[in-house]
């Protein structure tokens, strides 16, 4: 079964349980908010795949670890129901990321109430047992600093970091982000309130290099991605930039644990 179908099953079958009525004392609007995976039951978390979940707009969304998620959730008082109508991207990764996704997966769509206990957020189940702990996403960039994995060519593509290059973007308090685009070090301004997200014109040193190949060009497409950001999103340990209209510029991971 394509993880697409799957998840779409499981979101069916989680619709037709009953939900329990569960005190509202604890548990806050959830719109708006964003979470880290912190704890599975009986599971440690692996390294390298960290599940992460937002809910905005009526839409629970994020990543299994492996694979973005979204679909319509419900929550009222201290009820909540994910889906049905789900869909999923169909990656495969290592089997410990893809047994890790679906305890994940059958967490969310089992949860039919949630608590928010020490600044945590616990999906429960009908039964009021803890399906699934979540820690607070950070979304303060100041102070941060990213390796970039992909950005937009100025030709509709995401692509990749040429093999043998660096990318990074580090965000100052002071409303300044610099980094190395490859070939150059580089600074600009930026302003960041919410997911709101815009960086100037970089100004950048002078330094002409020959290898690898294209590296001047990645630099300079790298450089045009920048000044095209409106939002930024973050998942866990990474970060997407995205345009006004939703579309990829830049990808990027934590960099050095910061």
Same mark, same amino acid.
């Given at each position: 079964m394509s993880a697409r179908r799957w998840f779409?099953?499981?979101?069916?079958?989680?619709?037709?349980?009953?939900?329990?009525?569960?005190?509202?004392?604890?548990?806050?609007?959830?719109?708006?908010?964003?979470?880290v995976l912190s704890s599975l039951p009986g599971r440690a978390p692996v390294a390298g795949g960290t599940p992460t979940l937002r809910f905005e707009s009526e839409r629970a969304q994020g990543t299994d670890g492996c694979n973005?998620?979204?679909?319509? $959730?419900?929550?009222?008082?201290?009820?909540?129901?994910?889906?049905?109508?789900?869909a999923s991207t169909q990656m495969a990764c290592p089997p410990a990321v893809m047994e890790q996704a679906?305890?994940?997966?059958g967490a969310l769509t089992g949860a039919h109430g949630y608590r928010v206990e020490g600044g945590q957020l616990q999906l429960l189940s009908a039964s009021g047992v803890v399906l699934a702990t979540f820690a607070p996403q950070s979304q303060a960039l100041a102070g941060t600093a990213w390796r970039v994995t992909g950005y937009n060519n100025g030709r509709q593509a995401v692509v990749s970091v040429l093999a043998g290059t660096t990318l990074t973007l580090a965000f100052s308090g002071d409303g300044k982000v610099s980094g190395s685009a490859g070939c150059n070090r580089f600074?600009?301004? $930026?302003?960041?309130?919410?997911?709101?997200?815009?960086?100037?014109?970089?100004?950048?040193?002078r330094m002409m290099c020959a290898n690898p190949e294209r590296v001047m060009e990645q630099e300079q497409q790298f450089l045009k991605a920048l000044e095209t950001v409106a939002t930024a999103g973050f998942e866990g340990d990474r970060l997407e930039l995205r345009t006004a209209t939703g579309a990829l510029a830049v990808t990027l991971t934590k960099d050095g644990g910061r």
């Amino acid at each position: 079964m394509s993880a697409r179908r799957w998840f779409a099953a499981v979101l069916g079958t989680a619709m037709l349980s009953a939900c329990t009525t569960m005190s509202t004392a604890n548990a806050p609007d959830l719109n708006g908010t964003a979470w880290v995976l912190s704890s599975l039951p009986g599971r440690a978390p692996v390294a390298g795949g960290t599940p992460t979940l937002r809910f905005e707009s009526e839409r629970a969304q994020g990543t299994d670890g492996c694979n973005r998620f979204s679909a319509p $959730y419900t929550a009222t008082g201290s009820t909540l129901q994910v889906g049905p109508r789900g869909a999923s991207t169909q990656m495969a990764c290592p089997p410990a990321v893809m047994e890790q996704a679906s305890a994940f997966m059958g967490a969310l769509t089992g949860a039919h109430g949630y608590r928010v206990e020490g600044g945590q957020l616990q999906l429960l189940s009908a039964s009021g047992v803890v399906l699934a702990t979540f820690a607070p996403q950070s979304q303060a960039l100041a102070g941060t600093a990213w390796r970039v994995t992909g950005y937009n060519n100025g030709r509709q593509a995401v692509v990749s970091v040429l093999a043998g290059t660096t990318l990074t973007l580090a965000f100052s308090g002071d409303g300044k982000v610099s980094g190395s685009a490859g070939c150059n070090r580089f600074t600009a301004a $930026y302003t960041s309130a919410g997911q709101k997200l815009t960086i100037g014109p970089a100004a950048a040193t002078r330094m002409m290099c020959a290898n690898p190949e294209r590296v001047m060009e990645q630099e300079q497409q790298f450089l045009k991605a920048l000044e095209t950001v409106a939002t930024a999103g973050f998942e866990g340990d990474r970060l997407e930039l995205r345009t006004a209209t939703g579309a990829l510029a830049v990808t990027l991971t934590k960099d050095g644990g910061r």
